[in-house]
């Protein structure tokens, strides 16, 4: 196995977050999915039977760090590939090399980071030598490979998906970077666990920020040699955040996305957008703002405006692809356009309504016309009887009774008059209406 030096230097010049990169699986922080005794992974690497793969996640997040492990524990060559400074000559010098790997009955793992960058004809340079098994390629990328990754190529490599630190891996991480030898094992240092919580909010789910962070901060604060005392104020001067600093599971955490809540329901877009901002300049997770505005988008909005849950929903998946800060520019566009669109609560109002009464109700019998006949005795004994297949009438509708007998008469969802909604509701009550006339002809037949 090839040895990489970049992972065996250790000393205190090289930065925090190298020095503190992970030699084996043990010391790997998160993705348990991926990594935890029993995962497909973990097992590859353990039998050292790694096959083609992509490790797709946001920056931060261990794709390098899992690669050099594998390094560590396989007993293949190991090629690291930059996909920033190589082209078609280094790609073919490469697998010319493992080919005579090959003729000595030697594996080669190609290691490619930031495989993305490549292009079409790059990657096309790649498959052959993955189909014959001449290599086994493993590529890093924070893009969709589905978009990014020729079909081909993707096709013979599983797709791992790596996800963004929780704020406890964080927290843990940095905890061990302060008493490990190869961190401050060695320092004095005064820092109050509150404090790491914040740098491990900061981070937002990327180790290297977090640990980079954490240097400059006890670096910042060194009293005296190898001793260092870490204040909040100290903190905030070197991540640039003053009183944005705040617990996510504290009172102020609930407070800031009530205001945003509110401010959206209230149709104030410029509040709506503050404190949005106040949120994610404080290190909150945007997915945990993005899920609160496909919420707000369906309670408060609803068919009033139905694009308001379609642009909601597709501000969290860029907060999936992209993560902060970039993305924080797709969720201001949801608050602002849930801000501003007509609101209604009605479909909230329509379920709780269905809910009390299904509460109550729980043992209410399926009218037998809507019921499933999968076999010839419930056919016997009524099951579907009498359905209608509302495709199969004019206008692709019938007057069949949907509800129990208590209920027939029960309206749950009452449209306001607001935005698309007003004309919803005109639909709804032509359908009852209809429904009506249809049911009093077939009691006179």
Not at 174 to 194: E, V
Not at 265 to 292: F, H, I, T
Not at 364 to 391: C, F, S, W
Request: charged share 25%; hydrophobic share 40%; aromatic share 8%.
């Amino acid at each position: 196995m090839d040895t990489l030096s970049l992972f065996d230097n250790r000393n205190e010049t090289t930065p925090l977050a190298d020095r503190m990169r992970p030699r084996t699986l043990d010391e790997y922080a998160g993705q348990s999915h991926l990594i935890a005794e029993g995962r497909v992974l973990r097992r590859m690497i353990d039998r050292d039977d790694v096959q083609s793969m992509i490790f797709w996640g946001p920056p931060g997040v261990g794709k390098t760090t899992l690669a050099s492990i594998i390094a560590r524990t396989t007993q293949a060559k190991f090629i690291n590939f930059s996909a920033v400074t190589s082209g078609i000559r280094e790609i073919k010098e490469v697998m010319n090399k493992a080919e005579q790997n090959r003729s000595m009955g030697t594996k080669t793992i190609v290691f490619v980071d930031e495989i993305h960058r490549f292009n079409k004809a790059q990657q096309d340079a790649f498959l052959p030598y993955v189909e014959r098994g001449s290599i086994i390629l493993i590529g890093a990328t924070t893009e969709n490979p589905s978009f990014e990754i020729n079909s081909a190529l993707l096709s013979r490599c599983k797709v791992f998906v790596l996800n963004a630190l929780s704020e406890e891996d964080t927290f843990h991480l940095l905890k061990r970077a302060i008493s490990d030898p190869n961190g401050f094992g060695d320092w004095k240092i005064d820092m109050d666990d509150s404090l790491i919580h914040m740098i491990a909010a900061y981070a937002n789910g990327d180790a290297r920020t977090a640990l980079n962070t954490l240097e400059i901060v006890i670096v910042n604060s060194e009293t005296e040699i190898r001793t260092a005392v870490v204040t909040k104020e100290i903190l905030e001067q070197c991540i640039s955040r003053k009183s944005l600093l705040y617990d996510k599971k504290g009172e102020e955490h609930y407070n800031l996305i009530s205001a945003l809540h509110k401010s959206m329901r209230n149709s104030d877009a410029d509040a709506a957008v503050y404190w949005l901002a106040r949120m994610l300049e404080a290190g909150e997770d945007p997915l945990y703002v993005a899920r609160r505005v496909v919420r707000f988008a369906s309670e408060d909005i609803g068919m009033a405006d139905s694009r308001a849950l379609q642009i909601a929903v597709a501000a969290y998946q860029a907060c999936q692809f992209l993560g902060m800060p970039e993305c924080n520019v797709h969720l201001t566009h949801a608050v602002v356009f849930c801000s501003l669109a007509p609101k209604s609560n009605s479909l909230e109002a329509a379920y709780m309504a269905a809910a009390e009464d299904a509460q109550k109700m729980l043992d209410e019998p399926v009218p037998l016309q809507i019921r499933n006949a999968p076999t010839k005795l419930m056919e016997q004994l009524g099951y579907g009887k009498d359905y209608k297949y509302a495709h199969d009438y004019e206008g692709h509708i019938t007057a069949m009774q949907c509800l129990p007998d208590s209920l027939k008469d029960r309206h749950y969802y009452n449209p306001s008059d607001q935005g698309l909604e007003k004309k919803v509701g005109e639909h709804k009550k032509q359908i009852e209406a209809w429904k009506q006339w249809k049911r009093e002809q077939e009691k006179k037949q």
